[in-house]
T-cell receptor, first 113, second 113 residues
C-alpha cells in the first residue's frame, strides 16, 4: 500500500510568489493535516481537513489556505511568500481524525529566496 | 507556558546506555499521547502510542502520568541506530470539531560507540 505522498519534494520560490503543495493520503484515510516544521522545532499545526471540510486551523496568517478534494487529497496554498516561510511542510493522514496516530508524508522542503 | 514541552537535548550517550526523555503538557483534558521518531531531514514516524497503564515495545517503554501531566520514554540498551529526534505528541479534545495533535520541539538523542 502506498503511504502518504507529497509533491513536490523540493521547491525554491522568490519572495512574493505563490506556492501550491499537494498531498495524497493513505487509501481509506479521510483526514489530512498540514504542518510546518522549521529547523530545530517540532511540526506546527496549520490545518486539518476531514471529509472535505476544514476542522481545525492553527495560528497562521490568512496567506495560508488549504482545501481537500472528493478523493481526500489536499492542497496547501501559500500566497505572498516571505523568507520566514522557508520550512519543511508535512502532510499527515489519519483515520478518522486526530485521536489515532497520524502517518506523515516525506514532506516538501520549501526555500524562499 | 507551551502546550507541550520537551528538553531539546542533545542527549549524548554511549551504546548500551539507558536514556529517558520526559515531556510535559498543559491541557489536563488531553486524550491521546504518542512518541514519534524523526531522523535528520526525514518525516516523523510513529514510535509508539502511550497508554495510562504504560506500554513496552522491545527496548522502548512509554509511561503516562495524568496527575502530573507528563509522559516519558525510556530506551534501554541504546543502539547507534537510535540516534534521532524524539517528538512528544499530545492530542487535545475537539475544538471546532477537530482533535489537534500538538508536537513538542523534540529531544535529540546521539548514541556514540
Amino acid at each position: 500500500d502506498a503511504g502518504v505522498t507529497q509533491s513536490p519534494t523540493h521547491l525554491i520560490k522568490t519572495r512574493g510568489q505563490h506556492v501550491t503543495l499537494r498531498c495524497s493520503p493513505i487509501s481509506g484515510h479521510k483526514s489530512v493535516s498540514w504542518y510546518q516544521q522549521v529547523l530545530g522545532q517540532g511540526p506546527q499545526f496549520i490545518f486539518q481537513y476531514y471529509e472535505k471540510e476544514e476542522r481545525g486551523r492553527g495560528n497562521f496568517p490568512d496567506r495560508f489556505s488549504a482545501r481537500q478534494f472528493p478523493n481526500y487529497s489536499s492542497e496547501l496554498n501559500v500566497n505572498a511568500l516571505l523568507l520566514g516561510d522557508s520550512a519543511l511542510y508535512l502532510c499527515a493522514s489519519s483515520y478518522p481524525q486526530g485521536t489515532t496516530e497520524a502517518f506523515f508524508g516525506q514532506g516538501t522542503r520549501l526555500t524562499v529566496v | 507556558r507551551k502546550e507541550v514541552e520537551q528538553d531539546p537535548g542533545p542527549f549524548n550517550v554511549p551504546e548500551g546506555a539507558t536514556v529517558a526523555f520526559n515531556c510535559t503538557y498543559s491541557n489536563s483534558a488531553s486524550q491521546s499521547f504518542f512518541w514519534y521518531r524523526q531522523d535528520c531531514r526525514k518525516e516523523p514516524k510513529l514510535l509508539m502510542s502511550v497508554y495510562s497503564s504504560g506500554n513496552e515495545d522491545g527496548r522502548f517503554t512509554a509511561q503516562l502520568n495524568r496527575a502530573s501531566q507528563y509522559i516519558s520514554l525510556l530506551i534501554r540498551d541504546s543502539k547507534l541506530s537510535d540516534s534521532a529526534t524524539y517528538l512528544c505528541v499530545v492530542t487535545s479534545p475537539p475544538s471546532g470539531g477537530s482533535y489537534i495533535p500538538t508536537f513538542g520541539r523534540g529531544t535529540s538523542l546521539i548514541v556514540h560507540p
